[in-house]
Nanobody, 122 residues
Framework: VQLQASGGGSVQAGGSLRLSCAAS????????VGWFRQAPGKEREFVAT????????DYADSVKGRFTVSRDNAKNAGYLQMNSLKPEDTAVYYC????????????????WGQGTQVTVSS
């Protein structure tokens, strides 16, 4: 499966963005989707994940209550709705997919999109 993340941009603190992860391939509905981010000088970190049918989600503590992960298998797409953005959310955001596994560790994902920049100003 090939992934392409989009929807990043520059917003002020308190604003919102919706990231999309477009997937190619007929079996996308069988993959878990994860969102990760990497700020300059920092390691890539887990943000959120959703299982193959959307029935299970998990979030990093830093984004709980502000971010919502979702998917539309009919459209071969995953989404990350980001509300109440903070300057510390500034990073390149990546979507990833894995058929068996997934979860909170980046090493569990075999397929990655190219990343989209999110910049939050104070």
């Amino acid at each position: 499966v090939q992934l392409q993340a989009s929807g990043g941009g520059s917003v002020q603190a308190g604003g919102s963005l919706r990231l999309s992860c477009a997937a190619s391939g007929r079996s996308f509905s069988r993959y878990s989707v994860g969102w990760f981010r990497q700020a300059p000088g920092k390691e890539r970190e887990f943000v959120a994940t959703i299982n193959w049918n959307g029935g299970s989600t998990d979030y990093a503590d830093s984004v709980k209550g502000r971010f919502t992960v979702s998917r539309d298998n009919a459209k071969n797409a995953g989404y990350l709705q980001m509300n109440s953005l903070k300057p510390e959310d500034t990073a390149v955001y990546y979507c990833a997919a894995q058929r068996i596994g997934g979860g909170v560790y980046s090493t569990s994902y075999g397929y990655w999109g190219q990343g989209t920049q999110v910049t939050v100003s104070s």
